[in-house]
């Protein structure tokens, strides 16, 4: 209830002659640091639905959250079984796709909203916009989506949860999204959706930045700043322990 009453007095201007809910949502942290320890997070994202004149409905309404990561351009490699061999033998380009995608609700969506809703606001994996290079047949551009969206999932980095949203008092929502430790850096967004008789009737959105820090960071600004140098001490130090391993080798023999 003391949450409660925070976020309705943070949120009565926007209240004011309003005719819609309005969401008031927020993170559990606005910010994750990757160090060598780094065994990945989880997030909360919680908020409350504030309605006019505070006269809570009957009846009740659903809720989606939404992590993204930065987009990126992906190519992805089919492989198969060539005379007993496991090789490269296709290949597709996507000028850009989300690093990360989790999504959370209440039900699941295709109980709360129809298709056309759900491509307008990417809600769900099937969903998603992931601009494919072009110049290929529908028919190979939807089995390397289909193959981009499974080996995802298996790294954990997109993710649906169909009952991952607990609404009390048809007021206070909360979802938990689990971050893998092999996730992208860089600005993420948390969006969260009201949903009512199968509209968007609401929706707002707070950014989250996800970065490296320590050595780790150092080491990533040094690859980026210094392309050459950094290209050249990697060669220099997989020779030297090459070298070594050589000579370790030779004493032990």
Same mark, same amino acid.
């Given at each position: 209830?003391?949450?409660?009453?925070?976020?309705?007095?943070?949120?009565?201007?926007?209240?004011?002659? @309003?005719?819609?809910?309005?969401?008031?949502?927020?993170?559990?942290?606005?910010?994750?640091? +990757?160090?060598?320890?780094? %065994?990945?997070?989880?997030?909360?994202?919680?908020?409350?639905?504030?309605?006019?004149?505070?006269?809570v409905p009957a009846k009740p309404l659903d809720i989606a959250v939404v992590v993204k990561g930065p987009v990126e351009p992906i190519?992805?490699?089919?492989? #198969?079984?060539?005379?007993?061999?496991?090789?490269?033998?296709?290949?597709?380009?996507?000028?850009?796709?989300?690093?990360?995608?989790?999504?959370?609700?209440?039900?699941?969506?295709?109980?709360?909203?129809?298709? *056309? /809703?759900?491509?307008?606001?990417?809600?769900?994996?099937?969903?998603?916009?992931? %601009?494919?290079?072009?110049?290929?047949?529908?028919?190979?551009?939807?089995?390397?989506? @289909?193959?981009?969206?499974?080996?995802?999932?298996?790294? *954990?980095?997109?993710?649906?949860?169909? /009952?991952?949203?607990?609404?009390?008092? $048809?007021?206070?929502?909360?979802? *938990? +999204?689990?971050?893998? %430790? #092999?996730?992208?850096?860089? /600005?993420? /967004?948390?969006?969260?959706?009201? +949903?009512?008789?199968?509209? !968007?009737? @609401?929706?707002?959105?707070?950014?989250?930045? +996800?970065?490296?820090?320590?050595?780790?960071?150092?080491?990533?600004?040094?690859?980026?700043?210094?392309?050459?140098?950094?290209?050249?001490?990697?060669?220099?130090? %997989? !020779?030297?322990?090459?070298?070594?391993? @050589?000579?370790?080798?030779?004493? $032990?023999?």
């Amino acid at each position: 209830m003391k949450l409660l009453s925070i976020l309705l007095a943070l949120a009565a201007p926007l209240l004011i002659g @309003a005719s819609k809910p309005v969401l008031v949502p927020d993170v559990s942290a606005r910010s994750i640091e +990757i160090r060598y320890s780094f %065994s990945g997070a989880q997030l909360l994202l919680f908020g409350a639905i504030l309605y006019p004149g505070g006269r809570v409905p009957a009846k009740p309404l659903d809720i989606a959250v939404v992590v993204k990561g930065p987009v990126e351009p992906i190519l992805v490699r089919e492989k #198969q079984q060539i005379a007993g061999i496991w090789m490269n033998a296709d290949s597709h380009r996507f000028r850009s796709a989300p690093s990360f995608y989790a999504i959370a609700s209440s039900r699941p969506m295709r109980d709360l909203v129809d298709e *056309r /809703t759900a491509a307008i606001y990417e809600l769900g994996l099937g969903d998603l916009q992931l %601009s494919p290079g072009g110049g290929a047949l529908p028919e190979k551009e939807r089995r390397f989506e @289909a193959g981009l969206l499974e080996l995802r999932k298996r790294q *954990r980095l997109y993710a649906e949860d169909p /009952t991952g949203v607990e609404i009390s008092e $048809r007021v206070l929502y909360r979802a *938990r +999204i689990n971050i893998p %430790s #092999q996730v992208p850096v860089g /600005t993420y /967004t948390a969006e969260t959706f009201l +949903i009512d008789n199968g509209r !968007v009737v @609401a929706a707002a959105t707070k950014e989250i930045e +996800i970065g490296k820090s320590g050595f780790e960071r150092f080491i990533a600004v040094a690859a980026r700043r210094y392309a050459l140098l950094y290209g050249l001490a990697a060669v220099l130090l %997989s !020779v030297g322990l090459g070298w070594f391993a @050589a000579w370790l080798f030779a004493r $032990r023999a």
